[in-house]
């Protein structure tokens, strides 16, 4: 269950960020906040790894794992982007929900790409957090 709990620590820190993001955002341009909110991730992830002592591992990555990764750091660089610009732009109370539809799309995602087994109470929590974004945006 180590997982569940981190998954929800990872939900929690989410909403923080959210909030602070909004706070932090107001006199700055959304492109110059996302490079301040990377580079503060930056130290920070590499600072645990070396708290941890992983760094040697970078050795031992394979190429597909290196092309995968930077992949999704273009991702995470891009949806930031998106988010900051629209989180200034816009109410958090909207922008939020809509954001989180990456939930939905990531379950898509997964029974397409990664062929994890489609579940209908999936499917239904899916068609829910929809229609809950819907209800809440509009």
Request: net charge positive.
């Given at each position: 269950?180590?997982?569940?709990?981190f998954a929800?620590?990872?939900?929690?820190?989410?909403?923080?960020?959210?909030?602070?993001?909004?706070?932090?955002?107001?006199?700055?341009?959304?492109?110059?906040?996302?490079?301040?909110?990377?580079?503060?991730?930056?130290?920070?992830?590499?600072?645990?790894?070396l708290l941890?002592?992983?760094?040697?591992?970078?050795?031992?990555?394979?190429?597909?794992?290196?092309?995968?990764?930077?992949?999704?750091?273009?991702?995470?660089?891009?949806?930031?982007?998106?988010?900051?610009?629209?989180?200034?732009?816009?109410?958090?109370?909207?922008?939020?929900?809509?954001?989180?539809?990456?939930?939905?799309?990531?379950?898509?995602?997964?029974?397409?790409?990664?062929?994890?087994?489609?579940?209908?109470?999936?499917?239904?929590?899916?068609?829910?957090?929809?229609?809950?974004?819907?209800?809440?945006?509009?």
């Open positions: 269950m180590t997982w569940a709990v929800l620590l990872s939900a929690v820190f989410a909403a923080l960020t959210s909030i602070l993001a909004k706070i932090g955002i107001e006199s700055v341009d959304s492109t110059l906040a996302t490079a301040i909110r990377t580079a503060v991730v930056l130290v920070m992830a590499w600072g645990m790894v941890t002592g992983k760094a040697g591992g970078i050795s031992h990555i394979a190429a597909r794992s290196w092309v995968f990764l930077a992949l999704s750091g273009l991702a995470t660089g891009a949806s930031w982007l998106c988010y900051y610009y629209a989180l200034q732009q816009g109410p958090a109370s909207k922008v939020i929900p809509i954001d989180k539809l990456s939930v939905v799309i990531s379950l898509v995602l997964a029974f397409v790409v990664l062929h994890e087994k489609v579940e209908v109470k999936t499917v239904i929590g899916g068609a829910l957090i929809t229609l809950g974004t819907l209800v809440m945006v509009l």
